[in-house]
């Protein structure tokens, strides 16, 4: 009975040190990069703003759409940033919905 006891209790102090071990910084920084590495970033070259309001129509817009993490819209330049996960979404489908709202969006290289 006594070895019993000695043999579960290095079975458990195992597993919680395996615990212990797997929320680490090192294994937290690691799901960070995973984490980065799901994510684009696309710019978009955006049609028809004509006042300082219509780039709060397009981040709505952008951000509506699942996967969409982050939008940056620039009124000044007509353009947005976009940080989304390529697993869930696509650069086109963010695109069309600022499209569906009056300001036709395409990917651009900015």
């Known amino acids: 009975m006594n070895k019993l006891l000695i043999a579960l209790s290095v079975v458990v102090a195992l597993g919680v040190a395996g615990a212990i071990a797997m929320n680490t910084p090192q294994n937290a920084h690691a799901d960070t990069l995973v984490a ?7 710019s978009f ?30 009124y000044d330049t007509k353009t947005a940033v976009v940080v989304f996960d ?13 499209t569906g709202v009056g300001y036709p969006a395409k990917p651009s290289s900015k």
């Open 45 to 74: 070259a955006i049609e028809n703003m004509t006042c300082a309001t219509c780039p709060i129509t397009v981040r709505k817009a952008m951000e509506r759409v699942d996967g969409v993490q982050s939008v940056k819209v620039d």
């Open 36 to 42: 980065e590495a799901a994510e684009q970033t696309q």
């Open 86 to 98: 390529p697993a869930i979404t696509t650069a086109k489908a963010i695109g069309d919905a600022s």
